[in-house]
């Protein structure tokens, strides 16, 4: 399983209508809105790198998102 | 289903107190049996042998694998496999936190023997939370922000309107043994269970079920333990008649019903744990005696129990009560500042070491190494910006490896469950 943070910048006034659709990809396991350089994180979980393709693939086909910035997971210590 | 992370922790915290308050109905009607009515501690080790057998069983149940993956984690907790066997790295925990449930359930069965209305029991025990906010500045090194002690007070002041007994009748004994000994234990409990919530079994999350299980096992163990001795130094026979009681099939089925009932409480309760502090998990619980009400209203009707009043008076103080626990609640769940910082280290300083620094950090709830613009994300949670400040970018800037940090508040977020 691979896991990756993706950290998108979004076009101004797009974000609620941007969540509503990055809310039914599949392979998205987290969706935060927040406050600073970066728009919107989303934690995606994925099988390949071809399905996490497809998941930017889709996150940027999605009305307002300006850039995407991939950070695939190599090491994790959490709580949950 | 992506649904707001925060609204998990409220929805297992207050499902579990839904369950729990079907729980203490069913356990005042079967703690006013003949068997148990009058001895407690046959009572206490009734429920615990059962409860193992029964634990057992649900936790068989829950290990049958569908699609790779068993039903435990699919229903209950994502974290859980299958049913294991504890790790010694969890033994001095599960020896503490079996010790202390099988005292406070001793203390529990004596209040439940002796009172019929679930809502006058559990409003002696909400004093709990301020009992767990004082245990956890001094374990946690955690001092309680300023909206924690506000939101504790408001709810245990609320848990007490909501279930004050009309008849104003006090026990002495029953409050001695609610803040001598349920109290101290359920807190001691509480803050073992979180700890071996937050512990990682073979490098991953521990899970709420095989917790629980243990749990019930050795506070079986213990409750036995402490009868032996209690029975042999006062010529008692107490094991022997919980023992009776538990295979009388009537007894061992209300038994059953009312432990099967409780692990789910339970389950939801250690996996909420994981989530949130004790004092704050165990606000949330006082959202039972909400629950208690119909159930006792239905006990009553049922003609299961005796004693339930609806005077008018007694009313408005348990709805003054309600909206103080609702108010509470709010207030915790309306104050939790949460961040994601995302940091570059220097070059040539070894990763994992940071890591671990990074994670030491109280108050950090995820550290991940990642490949691309940045070395690490960590995500954060503290109740004000300003502990944040204190407790977390402090400690970040004394980390001589890390180059540069920005920290980034979550303003809204959702998770998948």
């Known amino acids: 399983m691979i896991s990756a943070y993706i950290l998108i910048t979004m076009q101004p006034g797009k974000n609620d209508k941007a969540i509503k659709e990055m809310r039914e990809i599949s392979n998205i396991a987290k969706i935060s809105i927040i406050a600073g350089e970066y728009d919107i994180v989303v934690r995606a979980q994925v099988k390949n790198l071809e399905e996490l393709l497809d998941v930017t693939d889709k996150l940027q086909m999605i009305e307002g998102v300006g850039k995407t910035t991939t950070q695939i997971i190599e090491k994790e210590i959490s709580l949950q | ?417």
């Open chain 2, 1 to 417: 289903m992506i649904i707001r992370k925060k609204y998990l922790f409220y929805v297992l915290a207050i499902t579990s107190s839904f369950i729990a308050a079907a729980v203490t109905g069913i356990d005042s009607y079967v703690g006013g049996q003949p068997a148990f009515k009058y001895d407690p501690w046959a009572f206490a080790f009734s429920l615990f042998f059962i409860g193992a057998i029964v634990t057992f069983l649900i936790t068989l149940i829950l290990s049958i694998q569908r699609r790779g993956r068993s039903l435990g984690s699919k229903l209950l907790d994502p974290s859980f496999k299958q049913i294991r066997l504890v790790q010694k790295s969890e033994l001095k925990y599960n020896l503490v936190a079996g010790l202390m449930n099988a005292i406070n359930t001793i203390g529990y069965a004596a209040i439940v023997s002796t009172v019929q209305d679930p809502s006058v029991i559990l409003s002696f025990s909400q004093v709990v939370i301020i009992y767990l906010l004082l245990m956890e500045s001094i374990t946690e090194k955690d001092v309680p922000t300023l909206v924690e002690v506000q939101s504790s007070v408001i709810v245990t002041f609320g848990a007490i309107l909501a279930s004050i007994s009309l008849t104003g009748q006090i026990h002495v004994m029953s409050l001695a043994i609610v803040f001598l000994v349920i109290n101290p234990t359920w807190a001691i409990f509480s803050i073992y269970q979180r700890k071996l919530k937050l512990m990682r079994i073979h490098n991953k999350p521990n899970d709420s079920i095989n917790i629980r299980f243990w749990n019930v096992v050795f506070s079986c163990v213990f409750t036995g333990l402490i009868l032996l001795v209690f029975d042999i130094f006062t010529n008692g026979s107490h094991l022997i008649a919980g023992f009776t009681a538990s295979i009388d099939p009537f007894y061992f089925l209300l038994l059953a019903l009312t432990m099967g009932t409780t692990f789910f409480a339970y389950v939801l309760y250690i996996r909420a744990l994981g989530m949130g502090k004790a004092s704050v998990n165990n606000a949330l619980r006082a959202s039972t005696i909400i629950f208690a009400i119909p159930f006792s209203i239905l006990l009553l009707k049922l003609g299961l129990i005796s004693q339930f009043s609806t005077d008018p008076v007694m009313l408005i103080i348990k709805i003054i009560g309600i909206t103080l626990i609702v108010l509470g609640i709010v207030s915790f769940a309306l104050t939790v500042v949460k961040a994601y910082i995302f940091i570059t280290v220097k070059t040539g300083r070894p990763l994992r070491e940071t890591m671990q620094k990074l994670w030491d950090i109280r108050g950090v709830s995820h550290v991940t190494i990642t490949s691309g613009r940045y070395d690490f994300i960590v995500k954060v949670s503290t109740r004000t910006l300003m502990k944040g400040y204190e407790r977390i970018i402090k400690k970040i800037e004394e980390i001589d490896e890390i180059k540069k940090y920005h920290w980034e508040s979550v303003l809204k977020d959702w998770e998948n469950i």
